[in-house]
Structures are given as C-alpha cells and as structure tokens.
C-alpha cells in the first residue's frame, strides 16, 4: 500500500512571495490533515478535512493560509504571501477514520515538505 | 495549559539497553487516547503505539511497551533492546475530540540517541 505522497520536499522562497504545498493521501482515507512544524516542536494541526469538506481550520492564519481538498483526495496547501515565522515543516497525514468508535486508528503522515522563508 | 509534557531534551543509551521516554497528559475527557511517533532525520511521523483510556491492559508492539499509568496522567513509552536504528525524535500526542472532530496533539519531542 503505497503511504501519503508530498511534493514538494524543500523549498526555498522570499518573504512575500506564494508557495504552494501537494499532498496525495492513502487511496481510501477520509481524513486529511495538514499540520505545521516549527523547529524545535511537534506538530500543530492547521486544517482538517473530511471528505471534501473542513472539519476544522480553527488554527489556520486565514488571512495567508489556505487549503482545498477537491473531489476528496488530493489536497493544497497554499501561503500568500509568505512571512520568515513561516518556515517550518508541512506535514499531511490521512487516516480512514471510518467511525463507529475506532479509537486505534491512526494518522499516517507523509515525509513532510521543509519550508524555508528568507 | 500545556497538554502534552515532554521533559526530557534528549537522552543517551547504549546499543541493546532498555530505556524508558517520559510523557505526562492533561485532560479532563473521560475517553481520550494517547500515542508515540518517532520522527527520524528524514521527517516522516511514524506511528509507535496506543493507548486508550479504556484499556485495561499497557500497550505493547514488539520492542515497544507503553507505561500507562492513568491516575498520574503518564504514558511512558518504554524501548526495550535499543538498536541504533532508533536514534531519531520521538513525540507523545494526546487525540482531542471537539465539536465532531478529532485531532492530536503534540509534545514537543524528545530526541534519543542510541551509542554503539
């Protein structure tokens, strides 16, 4: 079973400039997320999908950040326009969360896209 | 209020010793579930174990054992015969469940390194 795909792996832009982040998840997971990792801490969920539609984004900065999930598979990640506090590592991660009280299921995350802001 | 508690900056271990990674939890759901990551060089997340609240009994995968005790709020993930192949960050996260969503949520890490 082929895991979750992120492209791409590093990259290297100027404050106020546009990036754009692509995740595939697992064929047949629900649940997408993405999350922020800053040097130094764990990750900290900017937006969750389910489906198509976002459960939560409750900790997105909306005004440079968003995300779409269409047809309910692939997803972006988008910051316009970039600031340094930025840089970090974008982790997508899917999960089938098929429900029903299914507590061990877990996220499987994607190797991560590294983020540089200068 | 912190949710996740990871006090250890980094540890050392020889090569086949055992060693035991600390994680206090805060939360005041009944059902919760709690889980380990190792996150090597590389920067994928990779899922250890879990835990639910509702286990009666400590998780355990391979190597890996899990030192739930529920009324001091600690979930110790325990390394037994340590490979060098472990030497990475690990991350103990807590699942929230708010308003029909569910997320994790991260310590901040701690980074293991296996000497030969």
């Known amino acids: 079973e082929a895991g979750v795909a992120q492209s791409p792996r590093y990259k290297i832009i100027e404050k106020r400039q546009s990036v754009a982040f692509w995740c595939n998840p697992i064929s047949g997971h629900a649940t997408l997320y993405w999350y922020q990792q800053i040097l130094g801490q764990g990750p900290k969920l900017l937006i969750q999908f389910q489906n198509n539609g976002v459960v939560d984004d409750s900790q997105l900065p909306k005004d440079r950040f968003s995300a779409e999930r269409l047809k309910g598979v692939d997803s972006t990640l988008k910051i316009q326009p970039a600031k340094l506090e930025d840089s970090a590592v974008y982790l997508c991660a899917s999960s089938p969360n098929r429900g029903g009280g299914r507590a061990r299921e877990t996220q499987y995350f994607g190797p991560g896209t590294r983020l540089l802001v200068l | ?116």
């Open chain 2, 1 to 116: 209020a912190q949710k996740i508690t990871q006090t250890q900056p980094g540890m050392f271990v020889q090569e086949k010793e055992a060693v035991t990674l600390d994680c206090t939890y805060d939360t005041s759901d009944p059902s919760y579930g709690l889980f380990w990551y190792k996150q090597p060089s590389s920067g994928e997340m990779i899922f250890l174990i879990y835990q639910g609240s509702y286990d009666q009994q400590n998780a355990t995968e391979g190597r890996y054992s899990l030192n739930f005790q529920k009324a001091r709020k600690s979930a110790n993930l325990v390394i037994s015969a340590s490979q060098l192949g472990d030497s990475a960050m690990y991350f103990c996260a807590m699942r929230e469940t708010q308003g029909g969503s569910e997320k994790l949520v991260f310590g901040k890490g701690m980074k293991l390194t296996v000497n030969p």
